[in-house]
């Protein structure tokens, strides 16, 4: 176990809908980070917070935004909704804002389908 | 710009038998870290080892081993005594010692065979 927990396992809604992912990082880390993995592909980068403020944007779209809150959980807000946002969303964690060879910690991801 | 590149699309082994995935990296930090992760059908992300690039001395984590090139930019990672276990997707990350970046390679899938 990781220590990041992420909810919920698996959503599934439709086109055009907007859904909200929840992730509570690792007991005593600051930094939270967001990845999408589409079906048998990479991780592609979304975004970093650190103590509530964005740190890092990757291929982050417009129609997706995210926070980090007073508490340090966070969450990923997706607007909008395509077929092509189907994919597993992870969360991950680490200690630092970056640097210092900290490694991340995983959530075990939410399975976004979208119908 | 920093990349990670894993060659090893798939991979298969025998079980009891030792295996290496490959990467390479490309950075033009002097100071950084090297992560493997492992991602089994669970879709879980696991992390497995870490090398400190300053550090001459390859990392090792009971059966899981690196082989770190720094001149070649290289890092490889061995599997002894394969298990059933170790089936898994495995990717290759970096992150810089001042950043906050952290680059994937695109993985390497690895089945281990009975």
């Known amino acids: 176990d990781s220590g990041v927990t992420q909810t919920p396992k698996h959503l599934i809604t439709a086109t055009g809908q907007r859904v909200t992912l929840r992730c509570s990082p690792r007991?005593?880390?600051?930094?939270v980070y967001w990845y999408q993995q589409s079906l048998d592909q990479g991780l592609q980068f979304l975004i970093q917070?650190?103590?509530?403020?964005?740190?890092a944007k990757g291929n982050i779209l417009e129609r997706f935004s995210a926070q980090q809150f007073p508490d340090l959980h966070s969450e990923l807000n997706l607007s909008s909704l395509e077929l092509g946002d189907s994919a597993l969303y992870f969360c991950?964690?680490?200690?630092?804002?970056?640097?210092?060879?900290?490694?991340?910690?995983f959530g075990n991801g939410t399975r976004l389908t979208v119908t | 710009a920093q990349t990670v590149t894993q060659s090893q699309p798939e991979m298969s082994v025998q079980e009891a038998e030792t295996v290496t995935l490959s990467c390479t990296y490309d950075?033009?930090?002097?100071?950084?870290?090297l992560f493997w992760y492992k991602q089994p059908p669970s879709r879980q992300m696991i992390l497995v080892i870490r090398?400190?690039?300053?550090?001459?001395q390859n990392a090792t984590e009971n059966r899981f081993s690196v082989n770190f090139q720094k001149a070649a930019k290289s890092f490889s990672l061995k599997i002894s005594d394969s298990q059933l276990g170790d089936t898994a997707m495995y990717f290759c990350?970096?992150?810089?010692?001042?950043?906050?970046?952290?680059?994937f390679g695109t993985g390497t899938s690895l089945t281990v065979i009975p």
């Open positions: 917070y650190y103590n509530g403020e964005e740190r």
């Open positions: 991950a964690s680490s200690v630092v804002a970056g640097g210092e060879g900290s490694p991340l910690h």
């Open positions: 990350a970096q992150t810089a010692y001042t950043g906050n970046q952290f680059y």
């Open positions: 007991s005593g880390d600051l930094s």
């Open positions: 950075t033009s930090e002097n100071n950084y870290y």
């Open positions: 090398q400190e690039a300053y550090k001459q």
